[in-house]
């Protein structure tokens, strides 16, 4: 197992402090901990590339090369994708009432010691949030329009900028006009997926059986699956999907009966697909929808938002009190 977790320390009783304190909120964590207080050590440790995480106790009245020398390299170095937190005594000013500072963009965590030693599992949440990389899935219909590009784009962009230890993924097809053949089952598994609905989406093999899967893996259930969707309706497919256009719907359920014999091997999935469409487009109809103007005028904050929400849900960590917080990162 991968020793991806680095905790350094200015003496040997704050390392064994921090390491206390982890091993206590998830026993697990104790196998990925290097712990080290040595400067020679600190620095040949600093070279592993499997590491996820810094966490990081100064003493800043202490001359120990640890706390001064190693403190520097490590705010310095933005080469990697390491996250860093650092344990700090108290914070000032407009910050002094929080309990965290989280810079995204310089991958920097700052938390009251206090609060990270405390007995809540905020250690825990905090590392496991870091170290481990979530998959966000969008599944799209390729119409090759500049909109959808842009949109998939921005979706990337700004999530790599609020939620760096998320990962947007996709099947690039508009780099590669080709089908990623593990995305399917990827995105049936995943607990959260954008859908992006344009015409091209309900014309598109790939697409409709991606669909499917979201709603055979939530067990049919609708409850479930609206825990793990983030619509986004173009213009183009709002006749699909508004229950008042329930003549689109039909003609949509006649296409792929007609259809169905173009794809060998998948004319089951297909029949169950036709039969589950009106129910799905129903639900999805109803819940609640992200409208494109709002989400480029707020860039996309509330899409963010609302999967952050999901992901503290999750039992990850939630480093945003609300979305206005990330909106002004995104500005």
Not at 166 to 177: G, M, Q, S, W
Request: proline content about 2%; some cysteine; glycine content about 2%.
């Amino acid at each position: 197992m991968k020793r991806d977790i680095l905790l350094l320390a200015s003496d040997s009783n704050s390392l064994s402090d921090m390491v206390n304190v982890i091993i206590s909120s998830d026993s697990e964590l104790e196998s990925r901990i290097q712990a080290v207080h040595d400067c020679a050590q600190a620095l040949h440790a600093l070279n592993d590339t499997s590491l996820k995480v810094y966490v990081v106790d100064f003493d800043d009245n202490s001359q120990e090369c640890v706390a001064h020398n190693i403190k520097k390299f490590i705010l310095d170095d933005f080469d990697n994708e390491v996250f860093r937190i650092f344990l700090v005594k108290s914070f000032c000013g407009i910050y002094s009432s929080k309990k965290i500072i989280f810079n995204p963009s310089s991958r920097i965590v700052e938390i009251r010691r206090s609060d990270f030693n405390g007995s809540s599992d905020v250690a825990r949440r905090i590392l496991n949030t870091l170290r481990v990389t979530t998959d966000v899935c969008i599944s799209y219909g390729n119409d090759e329009s500049e909109e959808l590009e842009d949109l998939i784009v921005e979706i990337q962009r700004n999530a790599k900028k609020v939620l760096p230890y998320v990962r947007v993924y996709f099947d690039r097809l508009v780099e590669y006009k080709e089908y990623a053949s593990d995305l399917l089952e990827k995105i049936k598994l995943s607990p959260y997926v954008v859908i992006i609905f344009n015409e091209e989406y309900f014309r598109s093999i790939n697409c409709i059986l991606e669909l499917y899967g979201i709603w055979e893996s939530s067990l049919f259930s609708k409850k479930i699956f609206c825990r793990r969707i983030y619509p986004i309706v173009l213009e183009s497919a709002r006749d699909y999907i508004y229950a008042e256009n329930s003549k689109s719907v039909e003609d949509l359920t006649k296409f792929w009966k007609l259809e169905k014999n173009k794809y060998p091997g998948k004319e089951k999935f297909i029949d169950s697909m036709v039969v589950a469409l009106p129910e799905v487009l129903k639900i999805i109809s109803d819940v609640w929808a992200l409208k494109l103007g709002i989400l480029k005028v707020k860039k996309l904050s509330p899409l963010l938002w609302e999967i952050n929400c999901a992901l503290a849900k999750n039992g990850f960590y939630n480093f945003y009190d609300k979305e206005e917080d990330m909106l002004e990162i995104l500005k």
